[in-house]
């Protein structure tokens, strides 16, 4: 008797059992396995335990992976099976459109040219030395990190929909906006000894609207935060 033919629910024979004795998992079961063992025994302290029930409901599942890096979507799930928390309609939405995109972005084939384009990149010694200079900034990498970062993607958006998408300067709505802050984002790194993505995303005062106001790009180049250095817009 073929030992995979049990049925789901249905007690095994004798005859089913005696088949069954001696067999062994493949290790990628066995690997399998011990993941989900794994995110089983994962704990979450009660900071994490309030940041994950804060963004599991309004977050997909790659966005709760940046903000959990250590953790994994498995384990994300068993947790909030636990704890019962589920994710919104809107959220729900946003993850099954994420998943039926058809873009080529996670193509094999892809990934390929963009690793060699990476790789054949940096072998140019120029360009090695002109990161380098980059990166010897302070707090250079945060900052990308967290002006690419999903949060503050919505915070930009907020700022635009409490403005009705118009230019608080020139008073033209729509065309080429940007959300510009009020106070130097570099400032508040700096003042705060911002090191990590973590510190910037819990830190308010960067996700806060009221530190933003939406302006064309022509007045946006006229802030004093913006790379002229000069500041002829007011700022309402």
């Keep these: 008797m073929d030992r995979h033919m049990a049925t789901k629910g249905i007690p095994w024979t004798t005859a089913q059992r005696e088949a069954h004795r001696g067999f062994k998992h493949t290790s990628e079961s066995r690997a399998k396995m011990r993941l989900i063992a794994r995110a089983r025994s994962v704990s979450y302290s009660k900071e994490e335990a309030e940041r994950f029930e804060r963004y599991y409901p309004i977050s997909t599942q790659k966005e709760m992976l940046e903000l959990f890096p250590d953790r994994t979507a498995s384990g994300m ?13 809107e959220t729900l939405y946003r993850c099954k459109s994420e998943t039926q995109k058809g873009t080529t972005w996670g193509n094999d084939e892809a ?3 963009r ?3 990476i790789k054949k990149l940096w072998g140019n010694p120029e360009y090695r030395e002109h990161m380098s200079e980059v990166h010897r900034i302070s707090n250079r990498e945060v900052k990308l990190q967290f002006r690419c970062h999903f949060l503050y993607k919505r915070w930009r958006s907020a700022v635009y929909e409490r403005d009705d998408f118009t230019c608080m300067d020139c008073q033209v709505r729509g065309g080429e906006l940007e959300a ?15 090191q990590t993505l973590q510190e910037a ?8 609207t009221d530190n933003g106001v939406t302006l064309c ?8 935060n913006y790379k002229t250095g000069k500041d002829t817009v007011s700022q309402a």
Excluded: M, V, W, Y
């Design 111 to 113: 990934r390929a040219t």
């Design 77 to 89: 799930r068993i947790f909030a099976s636990r704890h019962g928390i589920k994710k919104t309609q």
């Design 217 to 224: 790009r022509e007045c946006h180049t006229r802030t004093r």
């Design 115 to 117: 690793s060699a384009n």
């Design 201 to 208: 995303l819990d830190f308010p005062i960067l996700l806060d």
């Design 180 to 194: 510009h802050h009020i106070k130097k984002l570099a400032e508040i790194f700096d003042e705060n000894n911002i």
